[in-house]
């Protein structure tokens, strides 16, 4: 079986699994202070031009998620989120699990928009029982979204405006960044995100790394005791080493980019084979996700020899279903898929 189900079902780049076993004996010190990690650091601040960040490096996304949220938030404060973003629908209640609200907003494809986060904002404070009430504290959005959509530098620009208009910090989820950053549909570099986002994070575990996410803090007053949080969340790896020799390769010569696209171009193949045939997609996903609408018979002819995932019911007894390519797609699997698409369904 060929599995498309999701973006790490593969192991790790080979040169990182090489970096590693080159550096297996090398003493280093614990707790991310090492010369990998320094390395990967300055990197990270090179490829954002900016010096005056911070950078720690974590386990997993909802490791990630919960310790940047639960560092920012107070005890009577929630975070704004998309009702399908990641940390609202993926992540088992982690947020609620340390004490706040996920304060989740319609949205029809993954994005939320600075209108209606004005709007949580003003009636929140507009309000006569507002200290009755969950306090709006920070907005968390996802780039690509769990849709596969891309917020634009327009849309992001405008979410940040009003997150700074109301003293919020604006968290950008980059479990997939590297997708969405070499999307055809992208016009945010990384730079900009790094400016407009108060902190935000680059995706590892998804894009290449064998584990890892790399936080980046731009504002000031969030970066403070923030590896006291990492502690206190068990992120403090004594072996921090291994996810800063990952970022410190992963970011050698344009190599997290170059992969990342090539996923990306290798999922845009998938959709237009889907569309020649006739096939609707589930919204405009230009990134490493793909979600055709298959009715019964397709469903079956594909599940012979390819792993999917069940996205949802759509009308008419047909199911949107997730194809997803990684950093480690191999042509021939995306060469099979779609010769089964053209002759098949």
């Not at 990182?16 to 650091?41: H, M, S, W």
């Not at 990270?44 to 938030?73: M, P, W, Y």
């Not at 945010?188 to 064998?210: M, N, P």
């Not at 290798?266 to 997609?281: D, H, N, S």
Request: aromatic fraction near 8%.
């Amino acid at each position: 079986m060929i599995n498309f189900q999701c973006d790490y079902v593969e192991g790790a780049h080979p040169q990182i699994l090489k970096a590693l076993n080159d550096t297996n004996f090398v003493q280093q010190p614990g707790y991310g202070n090492d010369e990998y990690c320094a390395r990967a650091i300055q990197k990270i601040k090179k490829a954002c031009n900016r010096e005056d960040i911070d950078v720690h490096f974590l386990v997993g996304g909802t490791q990630t998620n919960l310790t940047v949220i639960s560092s920012i938030l107070r005890p009577h404060q929630g975070v704004i989120s998309a009702d399908e973003g990641h940390i609202n629908c993926h992540e088992t209640g982690a947020i609620e699990a340390t004490g706040h609200r996920v304060i989740a907003l319609p949205s029809g494809d993954g994005t939320i928009t600075a209108g209606q986060v004005k709007e949580v904002l003003e009636n929140h404070y507009n309000s006569d029982i507002k200290e009755h009430l969950v306090q709006p504290g920070m907005v968390y959005i996802s780039f690509p979204t769990e849709s596969g959509t891309l917020y634009s530098k327009k849309q992001l620009t405008d979410l940040s405006q009003v997150c700074r208009e109301y003293g919020v910090p604006l968290f950008l989820d980059g479990a997939r960044l590297g997708y969405g950053l070499t999307s055809p549909g992208n016009d945010l570099t990384l730079e900009e995100i790094a400016r407009l986002c108060d902190v935000f994070y680059i995706g590892g575990t998804k894009c290449g790394a064998l584990l890892g996410e790399a936080v980046v803090i731009s504002a000031e007053n969030i970066q403070k005791d923030f590896r006291y949080f990492m502690k206190q969340r068990g992120g403090l790896l004594a072996k921090g080493r291994l996810p800063g020799i990952q970022f410190d390769v992963l970011l050698e010569d344009n190599l997290y980019f170059d992969i990342c696209k090539n996923a990306v171009q290798q999922a845009l193949e998938i959709r237009k084979a889907f569309e020649k045939k006739g096939i609707a997609m589930q919204g405009n996903s230009f990134t490493n996700q793909q979600f055709p609408i298959l009715n019964d018979d397709q469903l079956n002819c594909l599940k012979q020899n390819f792993l999917y995932e069940v996205w949802g019911k759509a009308d008419n007894g047909h199911t949107i279903v997730r194809f997803c390519t990684s950093w480690a797609t191999k042509k021939e699997n995306v060469d099979l898929l779609i010769k089964t698409i053209e002759e098949n369904l």
